[in-house]
């Protein structure tokens, strides 16, 4: 069961990814996909917007795009 963010929450979420965007800090993103918790390590490629969905980060692996309503935790590394 996919955990439920309080505001607070959500808006903290948000305000770490500007954040890391703007001071070119790479994060930790814990997110729930297909009833499973997952981890990545990236750097934020594109600063969201007010009606953007999707995280655009990237990493040695490549580019990923996470929607923002799976984003569980971000912590700056």
């Known amino acids: 069961m996919k955990p439920v963010l309080d505001l607070d929450q959500l808006e903290y ?20 996909y297909e009833n499973q918790f997952h981890e990545i390590i990236c750097s934020i490629t594109k600063p969201m917007g007010v009606w953007d969905v999707e ?4 990493n040695d692996d490549g580019e ?14």
């Open 64 to 77: 990923i795009d996470i929607p923002f309503n799976w984003i569980v935790q971000v912590e700056t590394v």
């Open 55 to 58: 995280v655009k980060c990237s």
């Open 13 to 32: 979420n948000g305000s770490m990814i500007y954040d890391a965007h703007k001071e070119g800090k790479m994060v930790k993103i814990k997110y729930f």
